[in-house]
């Protein structure tokens, strides 16, 4: 059966983080191929701190170039409205069909707020999770969530994984602000793109 990896979020901007965490997905989890599917309209984040779909697509395309097994996906900023998860899911199955199996693959903070999103025990008929920790994530959070009696069920169907990196995109985008550094967390090529196209300024 084919594994498929699924990356969503705004990418705002895309970094060293989540090509880290996809690697070690796809690694650790023997996926076949990971799909980037940048955000169109983010339902839980404020609009004013995201930046322009096509900005943040292109920088998916620069960041995951010549790296094999990876793609991006229009699918969310393709669709009018917000981009809920379990919207996007229904619509890969259709394409897909049974025959593959889905992996979420998101950080930890995401999941502990699983119960916030829509329809989100139907995201876990869908697919399974693979959810990376960085240093310091909110374990204690997670294993509170875990208990809560829907998912107690749904458990064997979230796998952790750790991470050595802690790299967060409003840290990135502070520092782009302040004019501080950014070589250690960006890709070259979307620290390129961002100064040139004046983003985050």
């Not at 170039?65 to 996906?73: A, E, P, W, Y």
């Not at 889905?102 to 950080?107: D, P």
Request: glycine share 6%.
């Amino acid at each position: 059966m084919k594994r498929i990896g699924i990356m969503g979020g705004t990418f705002n901007p895309i970094h060293k983080g989540h090509l880290a965490l996809a690697q070690t997905a796809m690694r650790e989890f023997v996926l076949n191929e990971v799909i980037f599917i940048p955000s169109g309209i983010p339902p839980h984040k404020v609009l004013g701190e995201v930046i322009d779909q096509e900005h943040r697509y292109n920088m998916v395309k620069l960041a995951i170039k010549g790296k094999k097994n990876f793609s991006v996906s229009r699918i969310e900023m393709d669709r009018h409205g917000a981009s809920y998860a379990v919207d996007t899911f229904n619509e890969l199955r259709k394409r897909f069909g049974e025959e593959v199996k889905l992996f979420y693959i998101m950080g930890l903070d995401s999941i502990n707020e699983i119960l916030e999103w829509k329809k989100p025990l139907e995201l876990f008929k869908l697919c399974e999770f693979i959810v990376g920790m960085r240093p310091g994530s909110r374990i204690k959070t997670f294993k509170r969530l875990v208990k809560f009696p829907p998912l107690q069920k749904e458990v064997d169907k979230i796998h952790l994984m750790e991470l050595k990196e802690d790299i967060s995109a409003s840290e990135i985008r502070n520092r782009l602000k302040s004019k501080k550094s950014v070589k250690s967390l960006l890709p070259l090529p979307i620290e390129k793109y961002i100064r040139g196209n004046n983003l985050y300024q």
